[in-house]
């Protein structure tokens, strides 16, 4: 059973930085997509990045290009969201996502599983 396990969330002030974590496990397939979503109450679900097991590619919403980076350690099958320059409409839970192959795609019907999510609350 594929599981996805967040953590690094919490409560930084606007202009600070977090750096979240996906643990992935239970799988064994060799190529996969990991990408990070969030969802702030009362908003849709936002695809925030993205990043591929095979090459190392990546994809960013617009919102936080120049901002936030991801990372993967794929001995260890963790992949890392760095968040930096923080502001207050970066609030919500971020979720990890995985999906098998290699496409790069910030669409949440393209993945497959979901872990519970990490909340993360930037004070103005």
């Known amino acids: 059973e594929v599981q996805l396990v967040e953590s690094g969330g919490g409560l930084v002030q606007t202009g600070g930085s977090l750096r979240l974590s996906c643990a992935a496990s239970?799988?064994?397939?060799?190529?996969?997509?990991i990408g990070w979503f969030r969802q702030a109450p009362g908003k849709e679900r936002e695809g925030v990045s993205c990043?591929?097991?095979?090459?190392?590619?990546?994809l960013y919403g617009d919102s936080v290009k120049g901002r936030f980076t991801i990372s993967s350690d794929n001995a260890k099958n963790t992949v890392y969201l760095q968040m930096n320059s923080l502001k207050p409409e970066d609030t919500a839970v971020y979720h990890c996502?995985?999906?098998?192959?290699?496409?790069?795609?910030?669409?949440?019907?393209?993945?497959?599983?979901w872990g519970r999510g990490t909340q993360v609350t930037v004070s103005a």
């Open positions: 996502t995985l999906t098998r192959g290699y496409g790069l795609k910030l669409s949440a019907p393209w993945y497959d599983y």
């Open positions: 990043i591929s097991s095979s090459d190392g590619s990546t």
């Open positions: 239970g799988f064994t397939f060799d190529d996969y997509v």
